[in-house]
C-alpha cells in the first residue's frame, strides 16, 4: 500500500516464565538448535551466490545447521522484518477471531512516522487475524500499533514482551524499540541476520502466520464491524515455486531488507538480507541462495 507521508520509500515453559504468557495451539514446538559452524567457511564457497548486503544468514529450518553466513553476527538496524516478531507475539495471548477496534492514533502513527500503511479507518473493529494481513503484506504501522496497543497492553508493555521473547529463543544480539521497526527519536532497534532467520524459523512453525506470508493478495469484505479491504504483499520472492514467505523492510538506516523462505529438496531453508542498497537485488539475491542452498544440504 502506499507511503501516505514519505513516498522515498523445552521452549513453552521458558516462554510463560519470562512473559507469563501461555503458548497457544497456533505455536509448533522446539526452537531450531543453531548449529555454529565456522561461516567464514560458508561466505568463502567457491560456488555460492554473491551477496551485495551488509549481512545475510541461511539456515536449515529443521536442524538449525548454518548454510551460509555474512557479517551474520552484526548488529543493525531491520526495519520492518521487526514485524514479524509482532505477529508472533500477539498470537501467544490472541485468537485470530478476537476483535480489534482501529483507534485514531493507530492512523496517526503510521503517518506521522512516515511509516507504510494498511489504511485502517478509525472505528473498525477488525479480527486478529485480517490484521495479520494487514501487518504482514503492505507492511502496516496502523496494523502493527493496534496490535501493540492492545495486547501489551500499551506499546511500551508490548515491546518488552517482544524482547522477553526475544532472549527466550536465544536471540541475544537483538533489542526491540517498538511493534514496526521505524526510528525513534531515541534510536533505532536492532538485530542481526542470525538472529532474524531463528526468527523466521520460529515464526513459521506457526501455521497461521506461514499462510499469511506466504500470501499475495489478501481481501477484506465489508460487515457491520469493518469496511472492505484489499492487501498486496510487497514480497516480490512469492512468484517463485517452492517460496514461503516471510518480510521485507526498508528504512533510510536500515535500506532494503528480506526475510524469506523457502522449500529446497525436503528442506525448509530460511534466510535473511540485511543492509541491501537495491530493492529488487534483495529478491534476485535470495532467489539464487535458495537455489544453490541443496548444494550445501546435501553436503
Not at 503458548?23 to 561466505?43: D, G, H, I, K, N
Not at 504482514?136 to 514482551?161: C, E, I, N
Amino acid at each position: 500500500m502506499r507511503n501516505r507521508k514519505a513516498r522515498l520509500t523445552a521452549f513453552a515453559g521458558a516462554f510463560a516464565l519470562v512473559t507469563g504468557l501461555g503458548v497457544p495451539a497456533y505455536a509448533q514446538p522446539a526452537t531450531p538448535t543453531v548449529a555454529a559452524p565456522s561461516l567464514a567457511a560458508a561466505s568463502a564457497d567457491a560456488g555460492a551466490p554473491a551477496v551485495y548486503g551488509r549481512a545475510a544468514y541461511l539456515m536449515d529450518a529443521r536442524s538449525g545447521a548454518a548454510l551460509f553466513g555474512k557479517a551474520a553476527d552484526t548488529r543493525m538496524p531491520i526495519a520492518s522484518l521487526t514485524k514479524t516478531m509482532t505477529a508472533y507475539v500477539v498470537l501467544q495471548s490472541a485468537k485470530p477471531t478476537d476483535l480489534v477496534e482501529i483507534a485514531p492514533q493507530d492512523a496517526r502513527y503510521a503517518e506521522d512516522g512516515g511509516g507504510t500503511t494498511a489504511d485502517l479507518r478509525p472505528g473498525d473493529r477488525l479480527p486478529v487475524g485480517e490484521l495479520l494481513y494487514a501487518l504482514m503484506l503492505p507492511s502496516g504501522a496502523d496494523a502493527a500499533h493496534a496490535l501493540a496497543r492492545t495486547y501489551g497492553p500499551g506499546v511500551p508493555g508490548f515491546v518488552d514482551k517482544m524482547n522477553a521473547t526475544a532472549r527466550s529463543l536465544g536471540m541475544n544480539d537483538t533489542r526491540y524499540v517498538n511493534a514496526d521497526g521505524l526510528p525513534t527519536p531515541a534510536g533505532d532497534g536492532w538485530s542481526t541476520a542470525r538472529d532474524q532467520a531463528v526468527l523466521a524459523a520460529k515464526a513459521l512453525q506457526v501455521p497461521l502466520i506461514e499462510g499469511v506470508a506466504g500470501t499475495r493478495y489478501h481481501e477484506v469484505a465489508a460487515t457491520e464491524e469493518h469496511g472492505a479491504y484489499g492487501w498486496r504483499n510487497t514480497n516480490r520472492l512469492l512468484a517463485e515455486p517452492g517460496v514461503i514467505g516471510l518480510k521485507t523492510g526498508f528504512t533510510r538506516a536500515a535500506g532494503y531488507s528480506l526475510a524469506f523462505a523457502g522449500e529446497r529438496d525436503g528442506h525448509r531453508v530460511v534466510g535473511v538480507i540485511l543492509g541491501e542498497t537495491v530493492s529488487s537485488r534483495r529478491f534476485d539475491t535470495a532467489q539464487a541462495l535458495l537455489t544453490w542452498a541443496p548444494t550445501r544440504t546435501a553436503a
